[in-house]
């Protein structure tokens, strides 16, 4: 669990860069913020969690910031 907390997603930074340029660690950081939340209240939610709709919700938040590059 440390490993996870102590660095972003360089991936998803590097993924992004030609997306958004120097706005790819705080998009990373939101969508990152964004997937830990969806975790969290899947995990402690009750009922089934819905995986298709939190991919989706990140997926629709990814192009929103990446929208506002373009």
């Given at each position: 669990?440390?490993?996870?907390?102590?660095?972003?997603?360089?991936?998803?930074?590097?993924?992004?860069?030609?997306?958004?340029?120097?706005?790819?660690?705080?998009v990373a950081?939101?969508?990152?913020?964004?997937?830990?939340?969806?975790?969290?209240?899947?995990?402690?939610?009750?009922?089934?969690?819905?995986?298709?709709?939190?991919?989706?919700?990140?997926?629709?938040m990814a192009d929103?910031?990446?929208?506002?590059?373009?």
């Amino acid at each position: 669990m440390r490993v996870f907390q102590r660095g972003r997603p360089w991936n998803l930074v590097h993924d992004l860069r030609p997306l958004v340029g120097g706005r790819a660690v705080p998009v990373a950081d939101t969508l990152a913020a964004l997937i830990d939340g969806l975790y969290i209240r899947a995990a402690l939610g009750p009922g089934a969690p819905d995986p298709d709709a939190a991919a989706g919700r990140v997926i629709d938040m990814a192009d929103l910031l990446i929208g506002e590059v373009t």
